[in-house]
């Protein structure tokens, strides 16, 4: 049991660390208050588009991630508990 939890307390630390690298890399998505001026559509070639793009990609993988972090947490907790 104990080896279990080295691996997860490793795996754990790996995913923390990926996890806060891609959300420092991501770019920030809102234009603010310029885009409500402008009134700039969302029905464009690079909107349709997005997820295949490289910040499609970031926050698709910061997404899977953030997951396996609170489900990574979670069985941690449980672990120790008992």
């Given at each position: ?69 609170a489900i ?7 672990i120790y508990m008992?």
């Amino acid at each position: 049991m104990e080896i279990a939890k080295g691996i997860l307390i490793v795996i754990y630390f790996m995913v923390a660390i990926a996890l806060i690298i891609l959300a420092l890399i991501q770019s920030k998505e809102d234009a603010g208050l310029s885009s409500t001026i402008t009134g700039s559509s969302a029905n464009n070639f690079f909107e349709k588009n997005k997820g295949r793009t490289k910040e499609g990609k970031q926050k698709r993988w910061t997404i899977i991630l953030s997951i396996v972090f609170a489900i990574l947490t979670i069985t941690l907790g449980i672990i120790y508990m008992a």
